[in-house]
């Protein structure tokens, strides 16, 4: 279950030391995105459905039309 969160914060899958950082070129540009947006990205737009599709893939957890309840 964590793997994804590992592949995503941390370096080479894992933990991050004291000290340590690292750089995720996707997260940024997912933030960027959002910000640029106002959030609307990922309630509703590109995000919202790069998420509802990953989780279909994997857990079939969130829905894109729960986001939207946020707004």
């Known amino acids: 279950m964590f793997n994804e ?3 995503v914060f941390s370096k080479n899958n894992a ?3 004291a000290g340590e950082y690292f750089k995720n070129k996707d997260l940024a540009e997912s933030l960027k995105e959002i ?4 959030g609307k990205s ?4 590109a995000i919202a459905y790069e998420i509802d599709d990953f989780m279909k893939k994997k857990w079939r957890i969130f829905k894109k039309k729960r986001f939207r309840k946020f707004l």
């Open 5 to 7: 969160w590992f592949k």
């Open 15 to 17: 933990p991050l030391k």
């Open 35 to 38: 910000a640029k947006t106002k």
């Open 42 to 45: 990922f309630y509703s737009g």
